[in-house]
């Protein structure tokens, strides 16, 4: 089981900025084969919102943050990154980093594709 640890959450105004990290020993981030963001807020489903592999080359996007959001992962520092900009109240969310060691065909975007999962890091945004 990979270990993931997110940070860089709080509360920001609306058209603000805010970039969260998850980061991995570097054990378990070599054993990552691909990662994602998701979010939930309160009485709703858990969304993806980003996800990229390794070498960061391929990303996606849910269609609520893109040109938004922008995923990157740092092999260097053992961490992922999600910087988020022209964020809005609806963007108010918990955010959670999730990782999988298995290659396969399921939506990178989907919870089933994700075994290891972050405690999560709150992300509020006023109007």
């Known amino acids: 089981q990979v270990q993931l640890t997110e940070s860089g959450g709080g509360s920001v105004q609306a058209g603000g900025s805010l970039r969260l990290s998850c980061s991995a020993s570097?054990?378990?981030?070599?054993?990552?084969?691909?990662y994602g963001w998701f979010r939930q807020a309160p009485g709703k489903e858990r969304e993806g919102v980003a996800a990229?592999?390794?070498?960061?080359?391929?990303?996606y996007y849910g269609d609520s943050v893109k040109g938004r959001f922008t995923i990157s992962p740092d092999n260097k520092r053992n961490t992922l990154y999600l910087q988020m900009n022209a964020l809005n109240p609806e963007d108010t969310a918990m955010y959670y980093c999730?990782?999988?060691?298995?290659?396969?065909?399921?939506?990178?975007?989907?919870?089933?594709?994700?075994?290891?999962w972050g405690q999560g890091t709150q992300v509020t945004v006023s109007s």
């Open positions: 999730a990782a999988s060691s298995r290659s396969d065909s399921h939506d990178p975007l989907s919870r089933g594709r994700y075994s290891d």
């Open positions: 570097r054990v378990d981030y070599e054993k990552i084969y691909i």
């Open positions: 990229t592999y390794p070498d960061g080359r391929t990303k």
